[in-house]
């Protein structure tokens, strides 16, 4: 630990009028939990004054204002921009108490007026219904945290500061969310912030010492292990502890005075173009009590300094008028009258404390970051196409196809410094390495001779924590930048809870006028289910899919190009699109290429259509819809409909493929849905529907099930089999193979009823053929290898490789 | 850093022979990754002895290996009881080799003998078809850690050390997974390991340097962070590093050495009565070069101790007739002809380094606990049921009467030491807090005067990271011990991917004959989105049921009993099932209680039923069928049921409850799946169903679609609205509330057209009604609130709470 500067001095004048301002935060936080009426305490307290439900967490909230007054001063002082990450969610008091102190809360809800008459709608609105949420909410000017579910405060924060050189992030974690994985894991972020090109980070550890109902780890250490720990993450931590808001305040003050000094210095050193190495960035380790200047114990029962201050210190009013002294008491602790004037607005001499206009941390545009969002400058995604001449014609890489075009992407954009790729040390196998040829990754530690693609200025994020690659694109989008997330598809699960709360975070923003829209969390999900049978079941998994589309149809958006072109579309489109969450799934292996870029554009904006080139019912009404949605259940399809055809000549098959698997919910479900009308035309009404999907199929069903024909359609995906094998083998084991999906069309059309036992006879053989073959060689046979689509001739594919959707329908509004 | 204790000697001659031994084992790996054929080189290596396609990881390969050898000298110099938690899964060469050399393989599966023909049948089954996984699968004898999802093997190694004082759980930790969030957190596992009562932990972090092309950061930190960050979370941590083997073997076998003293002057002090302080325990820091022995460089370019040696060195072997002569060089650098003998058994000088029967690391049956499983002394569970004269005529906490339960079982268990309860902070939040009267949560830091419930002895283990609590109790479950986890159920998805890595653990250890089954690992999940009200959008999620039913339906169990007996009933089922991941959702507030203990356990038994006290259908066919899961679905059901039954006396209900929510699938897809002919007995074939259920409303359909009556089924359920508000608000914004699910009957019923206009405008006048009360009071009505069952006296409920379905279902197999 190192000693703060010691010649720093704030007058006492200034530190009591802050203490002041403290007061007055705190009061104002009590009277959200606690008061329905009376605010300015002018009468004696009656339990009529008080709300019927007590909700709230006191026990952070003055750790939390403490905090707040302090870097206001810093702010003022400095002329500083700087954003407040409050990762105490529950400290939602807090901040409210400081928007409405700084006259932001009032700027964005006239109604919460800077008065008396404001000051009880504050009070009343806190966690009452109609009002406003407990937590630091999208309804909080000056927030981009919730923190309702713990551990990714400092991920934010670390994204809201790259890229914004003079953003200072300052950042309250608590000692409870300490423990999660996600923030043990995001200290590590020094690594990859770079002095001369990024803001800083400032991070808070307040340890107030307990949980819910326990002390917490980091405040019951000892002091030594507790400094080694964040040494040994890299960090200066300085210690400011105290019970005795005497002996804090001008501790505090000196202690962040010495941390923007060595931030200044820092960014100063690495600006003026000496060579960098990774610098320790101060830190502040602050202990003080869990709900200071609370009651110091209710009931006979510590409380202040204790876990029992977590919540709401003094409960069951009616039950207990004592209790209502005792509140009125702790109110009047703070001494309002000295506070606020008989209007109930705070003393001016307060209201100068705060800093003035977009100084204000409750209305820092970066915590608006739709107001800062400018668009990206897209090359024509044409120009990246794959050249098709008949669909099959050709193999390629659909990852490595769009990691061309990121690289341009990438390109056209570093002046504006508005693009990262984010990813857990996946970027080159998810075949995205061309984006290396105009940026690398970002390095901050020791870079050796050998060493490839990595830069001190590199744009690509890559940790092997997928925690940290999302919290760090959450705060990087939500302050108004661009982004794509790449990962392996089974283990994006790891990032289930936090997909959660950011799309809950877009809803609630699409409610609030003020919040303007950000830039899509855009997910390309590769290595996926079909091609990880070299790596196993463990890798194994497409159900994040599922995951997504519990979450609210207007922020979500799943899609599943079939092949390159398709997923250049694709990508261009999220890469416009606001306030979404993009789920791609693609393939990073060489395969078949179905569409040239006409086609795939015309796919793309109708986002499901019939393959006419792959069908024979041209103008009449099919025997049999195979439909499929995924690059290895299109493959798969298309290779049965060959079998069938060369079986079964006069079979009329339509083969449907959905990109945009929104549209096969009702539009009264999704804003993307199909009407029953044009699904109905798709799908038919009466026809057997074989359905290869990429992930669980129940998922298909939970889709459609309102849909016409639903009772005819069946479904093929990932049943949960697996194992190391071969790619073909993976398919086979799920029944979502050529000879399972040929198979399950003849036992569906009733006229086939003569040919079905001698064809499935021949397909029980090819399946047996298939295990053997494997045994033996370890690879797929080569009749499966070799397979290519073998019909038509490239002039009239050209043709025919237009999509049948009467209507053009919208493209994933 | 400590320095090792330097009197220690290992003999040349010894350290001569592990070399070899390490030489077999690095040379049995490479032949994995490598050989189809030509095991012993007895001719010269061509491209038809090696794989077509070449899957595995080299890179951790060696490392691995060298720290099997080393600790195979420990055990057999001490006599000790130690597993290998592999945290590099991509290594499973290694634990192959191994688990080959020390015989256990050979014994697990008599075709992979110890001579030449089971090494060739060793080689080929690798990542071949019908072989075995890349990884330690459940495949490998003496693994319960996969590692194919990286950040779970420390939590793991503690979860297997607790309660088993002569275990030590080696824990191998790769600096790739040392990046991930769960990792970071588990090392303050230390917090929670008691040396009097509890195992030992050796971690060794293996520093190879490299991801799959990234540096990683612990190895590229500065010594002296490195070494801070681990002595700041604890440990004494001990350096061992070289590229050379006669450098890193001496200093292996005395770091291990000094290791083992200290870990034993802990337990001795702890066990011979001292009071105890958190001891410092000691880890070993292992950085040697990523592919060890492999490659130097490959056409060029660097490989040994470079991330090019992460997989497969030497590649396309076809093309590159030169990789032939370069791998068969490789595997000859091992000098196989010294190793084995003319039979292609390792040589007796070898065999005799490896520890013999339980001792071998491969062969502890703690890493097979199915073995090591003692059921649980379970009391009568119908001893703390509540007292239910008449269906609503009491409330109770239902998770507070289970934890009374709770409290005994863990009281019964207490001398077996094989009964732990685990959760994020939440346990006496939850209403387990009974638990506290028999035992604590586990402490080992500092206890003050002022603490509650904290003792170093505690079976309670709380620590604020979801994470940590899921690989605790996994490595609890698979050593052989029980356990439960309460959580917040919107916060269970933080552990969704490792979920979904336990269930396909368990999958596949049913097809394992000699993997033997051990106790469920089951969840309570409460504080449930019905009564999260207070806390906000934020913590409403009631999607993990729809996430866990992705899995293997043999291994997943999803219960939502809808009052405290039925829960009573369920917990008591779960406890003494076997291989199941079981999911009890169940809320914690005073609710409405139904069922008495004899009609709660039918219910439970059928796992569905008619309620026939709350339906007026008697005998004849219902107008509707008034379904509901969950008990604040319930609740509004029965309170729907009310309102309709006093407005429309005529109107025949059939109310129907589900508490195992697999019973809805049809048996074809779920073992517990009702028949169809008894699915339709219950919900009619063509009456309309309206079904309250607890969490997303697309589940039930996706699990009934294949129903006969599935058209008539109409769903209510969560549809992501919240804020912070009131109970009864969150199921209004909801539409699952006793008016809206009113209205719904009344749409659905053809004979209620005529009254239909009057009803919808009386329920549509109750809805504003409650929208301006909780507006102006901040809470529900009192005719929301002091709502109750009003039908039946207690004589003749005591018959009818009996269950309808006419023939017993098994509960829940």
Known sequence: MEQAKQDFFVSA???????????????????????????????PLKLEHIKPRLLGHWGTTPGLNFIHVHLNRLINAHNLNMIFICGPGHGGPAMLANCWLEGTYSEYYPHISLNKEGMKALFRQFSFPGGVPSHVAPE?????????????????????????????????????????????????????????????????????????????????????????????????????????????????????????????????????GEALIRPHWPMIIMRTPKGWTGPKSVDGKKTEGFWRSHQVPLEKLAENPDHINLLEQWLKSYRPEELFDAQGAPLPELLELAPKGHLRMSDNPHANGGLLLRDLRLPDFRNYAVEVPAPGAVEAEATRVMGNFLRDVMKNNLDQQNFRIFGPDETASNRWSDIF??????????????????AQDGRVMEILSEHTCQGWIEGYLLTGRHGFFSCYEAFIHIVDSMFNQHAKWLKTCNRIPWRRPVASLNYLLTSHVWRQDHNGFSHQDPGFIDHVVNKKAEVIRVFLPPDANTLLAVTDHV????????????????????????????????????????????????DVVMACAGDVPTLETLAAVDFLRRQLPDLKIRVLNVVNLMKLQPNSEHPNGLKDRDFDELFTTDKPIVFAYHGYPTLIHRLTYRRANHANLHVRGYKEEGTTSTPFDMVVMNDIDRYHLAADVIDRVPR????????????????????????????????????????????EVKKAQAIDISEAMEFGE
């Open 13 to 43: 004048e200034l530190l009591e009028r802050m203490n002041a301002y403290w007061r007055a935060a705190n009061y104002l936080s009590v009277g959200q939990i606690y008061l329905l009426d009376n605010p300015l305490l002018k009468e």
């Open 140 to 272: 909080t000017p000056g927030s981009i945290n919730e923190g309702g579910e713990l551990g990714y405060a400092l991920s934010h924060a670390y994204g809201a500061a790259f890229d914004n050189p003079y953003l200072i992030a300052c950042c309250v974690i608590g000692d409870g969310e300490a423990e999660t994985g996600p923030m043990a894991a995001a200290w590590h972020s020094n690594k990859f912030l770079n002095p001369a090109r990024d803001g800083a980070v400032l991070p808070i550890l307040h340890l107030n010492g307990y949980k819910i109902a326990n002390p917490t780890i980091l405040a019951r250490m000892e002091e030594d292990e507790l400094l080694q720990l964040f040494e040994g993450y890299g960090y200066r931590p300085y210690l400011v502890e105290g019970n005795e808001p005497e002996i804090v305040h001008p501790r505090m003050a000196s202690i962040l005075e010495q941390c923007l000094d060595e931030i200044k210095a820092i960014q100063h050193k690495a600006r003026s």
């Open 437 to 454: 040829e105009v940026t690398s990754r970002v390095w901050m530690e020791k870079i050796l001779p050998e060493d490839t693609n990595l």
């Open 575 to 622: 890469l416009r699109s606001r306030n979404y969450v993009n789920v791609i799934v693609a393939g990073k292996q060489p395969e078949h290429q179905w569409l040239n870029m006409d086609a795939a554009m015309k796919h793309c904006e109708a986002g499901i259509g019939v393959w006419e080139w792959a069908s024979n019912d041209r103008g009449e009404e099919p």
């Open 752 to 795: 086939l009823k003569n040919n079905a036992a001698y064809l499935k006879q021949m397909i029980r053989d090819k399946l047996i053929d298939h295990k053997h073959y494997i045994a033996s060689h370890g690879e797929d046979m080569p009749e499966i290898q070799n397979w290519h689509w073998p019909y038509e001739a490239a002039e």
